[in-house]
């Protein structure tokens, strides 16, 4: 049974940089094809895809956030990491890591961790 | 950069209601749109993938559609468990997320 599961700081104050964590459970990153990703969703907002990395360490990011956004994984650890620079209160949201699928939509998602950024 | 405008943006019907849900890409996209249905409080459930093709333990009443670059959610008879926001999701060189659908109780 494939799990993820998001964890990292709940408040983080503007200008500081969020590191969100999410441990994977069920496969491994190293096969071929394998790709994480994360999404964020701000309080009664949509979806918004921030970053994906895949088994071969190659890595995507929203054209919007890329300047902010470094995705990394531990394979020995089951982990990938999102880092996001310059927290503003407009990143207040939760945050999602999920499961890509074969033919690129998002099957599996973990519970998601709420982030707000206040002074 | 492809937009996903998502149509409508709530949607007020009844149980046993055939319901639409429209997404419209502004250019020409690959088969590579999903579904996704979001309760409050929870993660985004995969509904739909590759456009028409149902996710494993979907129930039937639900499917999709592509014609050209419009992609459409039916559900063919609302059940109560159904009133949710739903989301469409598109790749391209990177995912895009429509604004979603609520449905909600007429």
């Known amino acids: 049974q494939i799990t993820l599961k998001e964890s990292g700081p709940t408040l983080v104050k503007p200008t500081q940089t969020l590191t969100l964590t999410c441990t994977i459970s069920?496969?491994?990153?190293?096969?071929?094809?394998?790709?994480v990703g994360w999404i964020r969703q701000p309080p009664g907002k949509a979806l918004e895809w921030l970053a994906l990395?895949?088994?071969?360490?190659?890595?995507l990011y929203s054209p919007s956030l890329k300047s902010r956004l470094t995705i990394t994984k531990d394979t020995s650890k089951n982990q990938v990491v999102l880092t996001m620079t310059n927290m503003d209160p407009v990143d207040t949201a939760t945050y999602y890591c999920?499961?890509?699928?074969?033919?690129?939509?998002?099957?599996?998602w973990g519970q998601g961790t709420m982030v707000t950024v206040s002074s | 950069d492809i937009q996903m405008t998502q149509s409508p943006s709530t949607l007020s019907a009844s149980v046993g209601d055939r319901v639409t849900i429209t997404c419209r890409a502004s250019q020409s996209l690959s088969s590579w749109l999903a579904w996704y249905q979001q309760k409050p409080g929870k993660a985004p459930k995969l509904l739909i993938y590759?456009?028409?093709s149902l996710e494993s333990g979907v129930p039937s009443r639900f499917s999709g559609s592509a014609s050209g670059t419009e992609f459409t959610l039916t559900i063919s008879s609302l059940q109560p468990d159904d009133f949710a926001t739903y989301y469409c999701q598109q790749f391209n060189t990177y995912w895009t997320f429509g604004q979603g659908t609520k449905v909600e109780i007429k």
């Open positions: 069920g496969f491994s990153l190293s096969p071929s094809g394998v790709g």
């Open positions: 590759k456009a028409s």
């Open positions: 999920a499961h890509r699928d074969p033919v690129d939509s998002f099957d599996i």
């Open positions: 990395i895949y088994w071969d360490d190659d890595k």
